[in-house]
Each structure stands twice: as C-alpha cells, then as structure tokens.
C-alpha cells in the first residue's frame, strides 16, 4: 500500500525539523527553580581528589548554545577573557589532583519574565564548605522556557578578597 504524506504533516515535518533539539534529559529536580539549578551548578564542578566533574549533569544544566568565560589579569595586570563552550571548560575532564569544593556564599538576582541574571559569590576549599582558599564571583545568565531553567551563559573571576 502506497502512503502519501498530507500538506499538514509536510508542513509539521519542515517546521520541527527547523527547530532545535535539546537532547539533554535533565533531573527535574535540578531546573525547576534558580535555588535549584544553582545548587546543581556548583555541586556539578566539586568533588574529591580522584574524581572527575560531572560534565555530564553539567550538560544537562546548560542550554545547547550556552557559552562561558574567564576572566582576569595576566602577569603585566592586562585584564583578559577567554570564551569557550562548556566542553572546552571540561577540555579532558581528568580527575582531580586535589580536592575541589566550591560553594555559594551570597547571591542577588535580577529577574524579568522568563530570564534572570544571578550574581554568586563563590568560595573555593578543599572540603565541602570549608576554609576558602580563593574567592570569587559568577555572573550567570538563566532563562526559564515555560518548564524547566536552562543557563545560558556565566563568567567568571577571581578575587583577592
């Protein structure tokens, strides 16, 4: 039996085939709010020696076009930033030398409809939650597409403080 395809469903084919896709399959739990999906964006980068981060999870954090970057000083004090997508952030993913825990310590957030932009300050240790060896700040773009949170994008810097 010879099956023809009605103008409708060509239509319907063209239009979803022009549409992204965003094959990462979230933990709901870790994008129904901006708590939430910053509370998985700091425990996606922190762990033990010997361990990898969770690049993985990671993905499932980040919208498909999201973008990074690092910003800060060269050794003549030449403010730089690099830019790069998350799997160049992960660059190999080898496991950790040394332990690596980084954890929020304050946060404002600015929100308008669907996006909002979060400001986290952000210490680094050695144990969860522990004695800071660096400090810092994120600034990370979020947008909400009717059912979950997607960060779109973040910076950060290192601090002296």
């Given amino acids: 039996m010879k099956r023809t395809l009605s103008v409708a469903s060509v239509f319907l084919l063209l239009m979803f085939a022009g549409m992204p896709t ?4 979230a933990d ?6 901006i708590d ?4 998985a964006y700091y425990e996606v980068v922190s762990g033990p020696a010997g361990e990898s981060g969770d690049y993985e999870r990671d993905k499932t954090l980040h919208h498909p076009d999201a973008w990074i970057a690092i910003a800060g000083e060269d050794d003549d ?14 660059g190999d993913n080898a496991p950790r ?4 825990w980084e954890y929020e310590v304050e946060r404002e957030v600015l929100r308008h409809g669907n996006m909002a932009h979060v400001w ?6 050695r144990e969860p939650k522990g004695e800071p060896y660096t400090t810092g700040i994120n600034t990370i773009t979020l ?19």
């Fill in 143 to 161: 947008w909400h597409d009717g059912s979950r949170w997607w960060v779109m994008g973040w910076m950060f810097d290192t601090s002296e403080e």
């Fill in 97 to 100: 030398s040394e332990p690596f």
């Fill in 36 to 39: 939430a999906i910053m509370k």
């Fill in 22 to 25: 965003f094959a990462q399959q």
């Fill in 28 to 33: 709901p739990a870790d994008v129904e709010s």
């Fill in 77 to 90: 004090g030449n403010a730089f930033v690099n830019r790069m997508t998350l799997e160049g952030f992960y």
């Fill in 120 to 125: 986290s300050r952000y210490a680094s240790s």
